[in-house]
């Protein structure tokens, strides 16, 4: 055990690194990919449930633009605000708190009456989702050894693209025979109990513990989870050998102004244009994949077919690319969009006619989820515990930004004739080449961070 013998001061970032992965490790991504997963189904959710609010409540399309973007709108802005309040309450009560929140504003949505009551309980919904993300990447990168960090946060993030491809098929099962307030129901129960189970398993982050000076009692007992031998020894000090403490305060713009200190001025706005460019396509994807394909020629049930294994493939494979790669550094995520470049660009281009049209777009469908998996792994990563969450907060309004405004864009520029869907297929070719571009430029600051702490005379943030 990493310690000092004379103060039983033990290190944390030691400790990690040489715990491995554990059976509370793996726990803790289960129940973080639960989390994820019910906010991938309440994110789809709405989206699926249209047809039957439109025919139930008489929606035009402008009210079911309103309803639609509403839950968007909220992730967007809870987003930030949750990132904002793990980082300085810690990641556990926020993710408890907002799932109940979402559980509630979920189940109270099945009595709604109005689209103007859909539209507010929506909004509501989708700040207490938006509230998630971020504290629960943070809280598995910082229980996690060098070189499966990123790798955890792709794990998790496969239970959101599950629970979007859930929403069609519950919706599917429940709303023809009972309507669609019993889908909201259903869900809202579902994510409520997945809140009690949090309330009673649900760990704090111990890095984040120290970084916050909290008492040593409370970090060892978080610590034996992972190892009982820690809850025996009576440590009376612990440490982050691997952080510096955050040059600023607790305000919202101070921990903002952490996110861009020494090299993470480079990184950061890095981050946000790659995590910009790749939910841009896989959003406008999401949106109007089947609508293309039709526009193309292709059956809506077998655009449905492709949409949905693209997803769930681009998801997996994800977590294999970063599986085999992370330990070489973050250049190697640009295999995958890097991949899908020439893919879009085919397509978009007509280069593809006759029997390789189909394997071409699934191809780059695939493609662009893989690479989406992936830099999402990216976003927090490189920050320290104390603003971890923040960073991760932010990069999510950047994704959530995208995917309200490519539907927009996709609507005005790219349908209405087979010559405005090939351009989008060719968009989506540039947004994936403004990811690889992103991944270069990122793979460069990273080793500039690394040499930067390197130099650095750290103090170790300590408890």
């Not at 055990?1 to 990690?16: E, G, H, Q």
């Not at 994110?43 to 839950?71: E, H, K, N, Q």
């Not at 320290?384 to 960073?391: H, K, L």
């Not at 702490?453 to 943030?461: F, K, N, S």
């Amino acid at each position: 055990m990493p310690a000092d013998a004379d103060s039983r001061t033990l290190d944390v970032t030691a400790f990690f690194e040489g715990a491995g992965i554990t059976r509370f490790h793996i726990w803790l991504l289960v129940v973080s990919s639960f989390v994820t997963l019910f906010d991938g189904l309440d994110f789809a959710l709405i989206s699926v449930v249209l047809p039957y609010l439109r025919d139930d409540l008489r929606l035009d399309a402008t009210m079911m633009g309103w309803v639609t973007s509403a839950a968007f709108a909220g992730q967007m802005i809870g987003s930030l605000f949750g990132s904002y309040l793990a980082d300085l309450y810690g990641r556990r009560p926020v993710i408890i708190w907002c799932t109940m929140a979402g559980a509630l504003f979920t189940f109270v949505t099945g009595f709604a009456g109005s689209p103007e009551m859909i539209i507010a309980l929506r909004l509501l919904g989708g700040l207490a989702i938006g509230g998630l993300l971020a504290p629960a990447w943070s809280l598995n990168i910082e229980s996690m050894p060098s070189g499966k960090k990123a790798t955890a946060v792709t794990i998790i993030m496969l239970g959101f693209s599950i629970g979007g491809a859930l929403a069609g098929q519950v919706t599917n099962f429940i709303a023809p025979a009972h309507g669609w307030q019993s889908v909201f129901w259903v869900c809202g129960v579902g994510t409520g109990a997945l809140a009690l189970i949090l309330l009673f398993t649900l760990p704090e982050s111990a890095r984040w513990m120290v970084a916050k000076g909290k008492p040593a009692a409370a970090i060892g007992k978080a610590l034996s989870k992972f190892d009982p031998a820690v809850g025996h020894a009576a440590y009376t000090g612990f440490r982050l050998t691997d952080e510096r403490k955050a040059d600023g305060g607790e305000s919202p713009w101070a921990k903002t102004a952490d996110l861009f200190r020494g090299a993470l001025a480079f990184i950061t706005p890095v981050i946000w244009f790659t995590y910009f460019c790749s939910s841009f396509a896989i959003y406008m994807r999401v949106s109007y994949g089947i609508v293309f394909l039709e526009q193309l020629g292709v059956d809506r049930i077998e655009g449905t077919n492709i949409g949905s294994f693209g997803g769930l493939v681009g998801a997996v494979g994800g977590v294999l690319l970063l599986a085999f790669t992370e330990k070489r550094g973050p250049i190697w995520i640009a295999l995958a969009p890097l991949l899908g470049v020439p893919a879009m660009l085919a397509v978009g281009m007509g280069l593809t006619g006759g029997p390789w049209f189909i394997p071409v777009v699934i191809a780059g469908t695939v493609l662009v989820g893989v690479g989406h998996a992936a830099v999402i792994s990216m976003t927090t990563i490189y920050y320290p515990s104390a603003v971890r969450s923040t960073g991760g907060g932010w990069a999510s309004f950047v994704a959530k930004f995208a995917a309200v405004a490519a539907p927009i864009v996709g609507a005005a520029w790219f349908l209405g004739s087979t010559e405005r869907v090939l351009n989008g297929y060719s968009f989506t070719g540039y947004c994936l080449a403004g990811v690889v571009i992103g991944i270069v430029a990122l793979a460069v600051y990273a080793k500039r961070l690394l040499a930067e702490r390197a130099l650095q005379d750290i103090e170790p943030v300590a408890a």
